[in-house]
Every structure is written in C-alpha cells, then in structure tokens.
C-alpha cells in the first residue's frame, strides 16, 4: 500500500502538500472554528455557556457603540491604505526604473531596515515625535511657525493613520516594485516610438501592468491595519480607539470571549466582502482594458 502511493504521482503530491496542509489546518482552520462557535456562546465571568444563541450579534446590531468602532476601523484602514500605497508606488517606481541595477538589492535592504526594530519601539519613536513636547511641535516653534504645540497630530486618529502607514509602507513598496520590475521596458519604448510621451506612456502602459502589485499592496496593507489593537491603543487616546482594541478588551478586561469572538467575527466577515469586491472590480477594470 504505501509503495503503490509513493510509486504513484498524485500519491507523492500528497505526501508534499501534506505537511503545510496539516500546518494551515492546526494554525488557521482551528483557530477560526474555535472564534466562530464561540460567538455563539455566552459567558457569565468564568462560566461559559454552550448553549447555541444569537445573543452576541443582537448586541453587535443594537449597541451604536460596536458600529461606530467598526465604521472607524473601515475608515482609518483605507485611509492607512490610500496614504501607504500612494507613497510607496513613487519609492518604488524609481528604484524599479531609476537605480542601476547592481544597486537596486541595497535599496530593498534599506527599505527593509525598518523590519529590524520592534514594532512596539517603532510606534514610540512616533510618539517622541508628535508628542506635546516632541520633535515637531520643537522644531515648528523653534522656527517661528507656531507660537504653541500642536494638538491634533497626537492622541487621535491622525496620529494612528501616520503610524500604520509608516509601519506598513516597506509591505506595500515591495510587491509593487516586484510588479514593475516584470514590465518588459521594450513595451514602453514601444509606446513612445508610437507617439505617446511619458506621462501617457506610464497611465496607458505602466500603471496597468503594475496594477498586480498595486492589488497585492492595497490587500496586504487594508487587511492586517483594521486588526491593529498595540498603534490606536498607544496613539489613538480616547476617540482614536479602532474594533480591534474593542475585541481586546472583551476577552481580556470584561471577560467576555464569546462577544469578543463575534466581533472579531464581524470585523473578518467586513474586511472579506470589501478585499473581494475590490478584487473583481480590478479584474473587471484591468479587462476592460485588455
């Protein structure tokens, strides 16, 4: 039996795929069923009742409080995302078209250098830098532009977008880099010696292409920033506070891993329908050129 399935082609793609099937399965499928059939519980402190029931997402649907956070995390999410991809694209387009190439693997080493520092110290360096007292409230009265500090860049949901989107610009420079780096630069030449110029050139020809990338980016960014609890919590302040850190403070502050997990349900069931929805209006938009 086990020389006719290693003997056998399929049985030996099985016997490959089985390790990181198995892998996916204890580390992700799991997990998942767990959140989702606990949402359907109820707990009463350290009581859990396992009685099937719909309590929690009648609060989620009644309680203004859980839509509110879930509208902000939408929206702090997309506006981390916009930001992000809109400044990385340049980053990226010019080490794909204006570095030599034997230079290019030290731009993407350097782009990396953020990935060496924990994140948590990452976020409070932004805090030494827009706080009361920090390097730009310092250096704009210093200059004469302000006579006091500013307030608005600290402790809301500004401060949060600067420092996700700052966190998360080297995951959105790469997959559009390696996007532009597959353009066959003879399309472009192709282009000009038709008659269009630069400008032409990158929306009808460029951009396009790079489109993937961009995708990729968009999608690689939106979803992990929407789950983000450690930046609003140190950066948000009180009206700064996203779904994520709501979920938080339900398992481990109130007790409540049932509520908690239909919130986390809800938040996963939004960002899905939104990353699919813009898939398929990529897909239909990138036909629509082809």
Not at 64 to 73: A, C, D, E, Q
Request: proline share 5%.
């Amino acid at each position: 039996m086990w020389q006719r399935i290693v003997s056998s082609e399929g049985g030996r793609s099985a016997l490959m795929i089985s390790p990181p099937f198995l892998y996916a399965l204890l580390l992700l499928a799991f997990p998942l069923a767990a959140i989702f059939l606990f949402s359907f519980w109820t707990q009463d402190f350290m009581t859990v009742d396992t009685t099937f029931t719909l309590d929690n997402y009648r609060e989620i649907a009644t309680q203004p409080i859980y839509g509110t956070l879930l509208k902000r995390s939408l929206y702090v999410s997309a506006c981390v995302t916009a930001v992000t991809v809109l400044l990385a694209f340049p980053v990226a387009y010019y080490v794909s078209f204006h570095v030599r190439p034997e230079r290019k693997s030290l731009w993407l080493f350097l782009i990396t250098i953020p990935f060496w520092t924990s994140y948590l110290i990452r976020v409070f360096l932004w805090k030494v830098i827009l706080g009361f007292n920090g390097v730009i409230n310092t250096g704009l009265i210093n200059i004469g532009l302000i006579e006091e500090p500013l307030t608005f860049i600290l402790y809301n949901v500004n401060a949060v977008i600067i420092t996700l989107a700052h966190a998360f610009a080297p995951f959105a420079i790469l997959p559009i880099f390696v996007a532009l780096e597959k353009i066959d630069r003879s399309l472009l030449e192709a282009a000009q010696d038709l008659g269009e110029n630069r400008v032409m050139t990158f929306f009808r020809v460029t951009l396009p292409l790079a489109m993937p990338g961009v995708v990729a980016a968009v999608l690689i960014v939106f979803i992990p920033t929407i789950g983000d609890y450690v930046t609003p919590e140190l950066m948000g302040g009180a009206g700064g506070k996203l779904i994520a850190n709501m979920i938080q403070t339900q398992f481990l502050a109130l007790n409540n891993a049932p509520l908690g997990a239909a919130l986390a349900i809800v938040a996963m069931v939004c960002v899905s329908a939104i990353a699919l929805v813009f898939v398929l209006l990529n897909r239909r938009w990138l036909r629509g050129r082809s």
